[in-house]
């Protein structure tokens, strides 16, 4: 029993210190070696918890999504449902200015690194932007049965087009590393929310 | 001058060749004999073009970059400010489709790959972020002043969010390869510049 807590904690504990040099330099700029020496995890230990590097970083993802709905929940809050879209992109961002615009988004960043090549990472990449444009397709229908929201466009597609000038934005933040570019996102988007 | 003309053809060659591996699997994961294998150039011609690996991705993205503005110039055709810039974001993701969405945009690519990391890319980048912003800025606020726009966020602004939303959607439909997501962000670019 304490072995597995132990053991428990030790995946954890590389879990997340992966998911850093991940996000920092991208799955292939990272060697095993590189992981090891991050994580003070022994190489025989590594591969106790994950079969290959690819698992390791399929398990980084998958947790990473957990993690992201989590917070994207917590995030949602607000007197209504617009204004509850606008804060978890609010909050996105506002872990973007944390972190100095240094690293940007996992799932956009594995997105653009290994879709083409991996489709097991490409999956979890999808199901992370599905199940994100669905949450907020759910409040943008309530908002426009409630007549809170009045756009021309199904709230299936202005949900999407929200993810999008998310990772887009968050894209263009890293490279400027303008501190006032998301705000200014920010606006756009609630201009697209007609808010 | 004959050795002159061919040694251009040669650096040419390299570019637009290196160009496709980078494209399809990033800078870092493509290593300098695979880029001799794809060009069948010598090792020591390459290095007498290119100094090293960064000096050809330099390389590769400066001339992409003069590339990208020929064909959004090109692009950016129509009746009016509006139906230019609508125009120009079709053209791109025309390029998307006939590339069956995959390798996405060599720009948004390394923005995530080598941002944080290179300075020099970093730059270039930006370069590229900044004046498609502002050519699509100029003509937005030709639309703002002969009334043909009529938007609540500044023309600059504007500019800025089509950007990204034309980045995430590339991004975006990159995972999914539905080929009906493209067209969708269309209309929400659509909707966004009020037409």
Redesign the interface.
Known sequence: MAVTVKGEKTREHILKASRKIFI???F??TSVSEIISATGVKKGNLYYHFASKEDLGLAVLEDAKEEFFHFLNTSLSGRDSIARIINSCQAIFNEQKKNNF???CLF??T???M???NPEF?SV??EV?DRWTKELETLLLEASESQQLN???SPK??A??V???????I??S???KREK?LP??L??IK??LDH
């Open positions: 920092k330099q991208g292939h700029n240094v690293g940007g956009g960043n997105a653009l690194e879709t083409d090549s490409a990449i999808q932007f756009s021309r466009i597609l202005l999407k087009t993810v999008a000038t998310v990772e887009g934005a894209m263009m890293r490279v400027s570019d200014d996102f606006t756009a201009t697209l």
